[in-house]
């Protein structure tokens, strides 16, 4: 690669470190190498290593929560709170695990996480009130659902996808009878 690299080659390559070996990996000199440029590509595009970071967790916040949101509302023939069950239990989700690691100890993560958190709970607590649920059951159901997600994103044992949909249709039926 030449140093030519854009704030995007930077932030996607910074989301496979992170994914993959954690926070502590954020560093410009490691994904400078990995990149193959100089350190000075990297101050091109971020002021400091917290501009990085902040640019991590807003691409974080695009991929995990409003590309979800967007690509369940464009599909208007699926049943959305079913797609998002598909969708994010069928996700790999290193990421997640690895940005709520960095949550407990970067206050920057720390917010990154809670404003997501709300996000995704608000838009579930929306798609179940659609569902016909009162707002204060719909409220009550996504917290539980998205606790089940958090679980589920931070176990390390999966099912096997022969078993995960059987768990998903239950789930759904929970929550929205």
């Known amino acids: 690669m030449t140093d030519q690299l854009s704030a995007d080659d930077w932030i996607n390559e910074g989301l496979r470190a992170l994914a993959k070996s954690g926070f502590t990996a954020l560093k410009a000199d490691p994904l400078a190498k990995r990149l ?3 350190r000075g590509s ?5 002021a400091d290593l917290s501009a990085f970071h902040a640019a991590i967790l807003k691409r974080w ?8 949101i967007a690509d369940i509302e464009a599909d208007r023939e699926a049943e959305p709170l079913r797609s998002l069950l ?3 239990f ?5 990421l997640e695990r690895a940005v709520r690691n ?3 100890f970067d206050a920057g993560a720390q917010a990154a996480v809670r404003a997501i958190d709300r996000r995704r709970l608000d838009y579930i607590e929306g798609l179940l009130v659609t569902h016909g649920l009162s707002g204060t059951t719909a409220r009550a159901r996504a917290q539980i659902l998205y606790w089940t997600f958090l ?3 931070l176990a390390d044992n999966r099912p096997p996808e022969a078993r ?3 768990l998903l249709d239950e789930l759904l039926r929970m929550v929205s009878q």
Request: proline share 3%; aromatic share 18%; hydrophobic share 50%.
């Open 36 to 38: 193959g440029v100089s």
């Open 164 to 166: 995960l949909q059987p």
């Open 90 to 94: 069928g996700a790999k989700l290193n």
């Open 42 to 46: 990297f101050y091109w595009h971020f």
């Open 61 to 68: 916040r695009e991929i995990a929560a409003e590309q979800i």
């Open 86 to 88: 598909r969708r994010t």
């Open 102 to 104: 960095w949550a407990a």
């Open 151 to 153: 679980g589920f994103a």
